[in-house]
């Protein structure tokens, strides 16, 4: 049984970094050829991808965010982590984490979801 779990403070000040952890279970992230992803949802807007990092490490960032947005993994610990500087009000969103395969963008499962709010 596949499963994800978004982790990281729920608000964050404007201009410090926004940190978010995805933990895997049921699947290791290293597994040919699963991507893991993340998409965020603005208040009022669509689902917006950010970006990715393949089992081999590889990082994939949407042009858009890739100033401010670096993904990583921790393989030890099954896990996968996103982190947004300079942050501002526009960043305040639901974050999801979920796996697709090969960057095909169709999701297969997803985490819960968490509310991050940018604020002083």
């Known amino acids: 049984q596949v499963q994800l779990q978004e982790s990281g403070p729920g608000l964050v000040k404007p201009s410090q970094t926004l940190s978010l952890t995805c933990t895997v279970f049921g699947v290791p992230i290293t597994m040919n050829y699963y991507a893991w992803s993340w998409i965020r949802q603005p208040p009022g807007k669509g689902l917006e991808w950010m970006g990715a990092i393949g089992y081999s490490g590889n990082t994939y960032v949407d042009p858009s965010l890739k100033s401010r947005t670096s993904i990583s993994r921790d393989t030890s610990k099954n896990q996968f982590s996103l982190r947004l500087s300079s942050v501002t009000s526009e960043d305040t969103a639901v974050y999801y984490c979920?796996?697709?395969?090969?960057?095909?963008?169709?999701?297969?499962?997803w985490g819960q979801g968490t509310q991050v709010t940018v604020s002083a």
């Open positions: 979920a796996r697709d395969y090969s960057l095909n963008t169709q999701y297969d499962y």
